[in-house]
């Protein structure tokens, strides 16, 4: 499934007044825990709401997160040189960020409020979806006093299948759509977001999309979900770290 198709199931064709984040993490979750077996882990099984992935959070196995460094860039494996590449594009465009350690599973938002470290918090795992295949990376990171969940994918459609979004629609929400330096096409956008915990009000949430499509048919995608109305990332920081040249497939 493809975020515009997980997008318009979520939504409808009409400008939605609202989208219910835990609602559609908890669905979405459940659709991917039945495709992805082979990727499962005991201890943390992640779905996105409106493109979601399957990743392993870091430190399941007690030990530390790996270090990153521009210099890590010749890392052996792929999930380490994504990592690495990754982390060296937030910290250039997001220098304060920090991370929440103990965040587990990141999508649960009570898992928020743990300590911060300057420790990277973040895991890559591969992907494969009904409409593409790739790399996941993502963390829950804060920025003041900003937590968010943030995630950033990088892929290649299936033969056959439909790209992301591609233009801008009524219900997105501040939508830009430009061309970026070697001929990408980026999309960023905000959805209105809420959360309705047990018992409680809904509360409004900020959410926000960066979607860079190369023309090699690759596609990155930045997402913050935070745990209030206030963004984590601004979307030319979103959209810079998409158009990073080292978040790339092997």
């Given at each position: 499934m493809t975020y515009r198709q997980i997008f318009d199931e979520a939504i409808g064709d009409a400008p939605p007044t609202a989208v219910d984040v835990d609602r559609l993490v908890a669905r979405e979750g459940r659709r991917r825990r039945r495709r992805v077996g082979a990727y499962a882990s005991a201890t943390a099984v992640l779905a996105l709401a409106l493109g979601a992935g399957v990743v392993v959070q870091p430190g399941a196995s007690g030990g530390?997160?790996?270090?990153?460094?521009?210099?890590?860039?010749?890392?052996?494996?792929?999930?380490?040189?994504?990592r690495s590449a990754m982390l060296a594009a937030l910290d250039r465009e997001a220098p304060d960020l920090r991370w929440v350690r103990g965040a587990d599973p990141v999508t649960d938002h009570k898992t928020w409020n743990g300590p911060l470290t300057d420790d990277p918090q973040w895991s890559v795992k591969p992907f494969r979806w009904e409409s593409m295949t790739g790399w996941f990376g993502v963390g829950v990171a804060a920025r003041g006093t900003v937590r968010s969940y943030l995630a950033v994918n990088v892929g290649r459609p299936l033969p056959g299948q439909a790209i992301g979004p591609d233009e801008c629609r009524e219900s997105m929400i501040d939508c830009r759509s430009f061309?970026?330096?070697?001929?990408?096409?980026?999309?960023?956008?905000?959805?209105?977001?809420?959360?309705?915990?047990?018992?409680?009000?809904?509360?409004?949430?900020a959410v926000r999309y960066a979607h860079v499509e190369r023309t090699d048919g690759t596609q990155v995608t930045v997402q913050a979900h935070s745990s209030s109305d206030r963004h984590l990332l601004t979307a030319e920081e979103m959209a810079a770290?998409?158009?990073?040249?080292?978040?790339?497939?092997?």
């Open positions: 530390p997160a790996p270090a990153y460094s521009a210099a890590s860039a010749t890392a052996r494996t792929q999930p380490e040189r994504l061309t970026g330096p070697n001929g990408e096409r980026v999309l960023t956008y905000d959805v209105e977001g809420y959360r309705a915990p047990p018992a409680s009000p809904r509360q409004r949430v770290v998409g158009l990073d040249p080292e978040i790339r497939l092997g």
